[in-house]
């Protein structure tokens, strides 16, 4: 029980991920946007492990 619902979770907040960072990418099509979404998601990781 406890790995399915690690990973389902973990599903829905990579796909959550996802789509705000195609909406950011839509609104805001810069050359630097990458570096912002490798910050980004860098501290995302650091905070969940």
Do not use: D
């Amino acid at each position: 029980m406890g790995a399915a619902t690690f990973i389902k979770r973990f599903l829905f907040i990579a796909i959550k991920q996802l789509l705000r960072l195609e909406t950011v990418l839509i609104r805001s099509s810069q050359p630097n946007y990458e570096k912002a979404a490798f910050t980004l998601s860098g501290q995302r990781m650091s905070q969940r492990f």
